[in-house]
């Protein structure tokens, strides 16, 4: 896939995130990369990045800071997800949980959400 429509992807998914996180999105920056430098999660795949800060770990003292990034790796993306509507659905996936980050959830929480999520009787 070109990169613009990937950057497109991105910035659809992050348009279509609730407002009220929408408009809790402060002092971040949301960027392509083609793939991580280094994992930084052992042998897994890299699919997103949050480094920063987390929303809720900001105190008074938080200002005159270089902005939060998250990083989407569409190399890696595109590895897992072969079609185009595979390809959506993966970006609109990290990018919430990258954004989840944002919001200083971590990785289990978000996997015990997911586990819910998935135990709900009548979901797949």
């Known amino acids: 896939m070109e990169r613009t429509r990937f950057e497109q992807l991105v910035s659809n998914a992050v348009a279509g995130l609730p407002q009220e996180f ?3 999105l402060d002092n971040l920056d949301i ?3 083609d793939l991580p430098l280094k994992s930084r999660s052992g042998n897994s795949l ?6 920063g800060v987390p929303a809720v770990s900001r105190g008074t003292g938080y200002n ?3 902005p939060d990034k ?6 890696s993306i595109e590895s897992i ?4 509507s595979e390809i959506e659905l993966k970006v609109q996936e ?6 989840a980050h944002h919001f200083g959830i971590n990785d289990r929480r978000l996997d015990e959400i997911a586990a819910a999520k998935r135990s709900k009787p009548g979901r797949p």
């Open 81 to 84: 997800a072969r079609t185009d």
């Open 94 to 99: 990290v990018v919430l949980h990258e954004v």
């Open 22 to 24: 929408i408009d809790k």
């Open 70 to 75: 998250i990083t989407i790796y569409q190399d």
């Open 46 to 51: 890299l699919l997103g990045l949050y480094e």
């Open 31 to 33: 960027v392509v990369e």
């Open 64 to 66: 005159m800071v270089a």
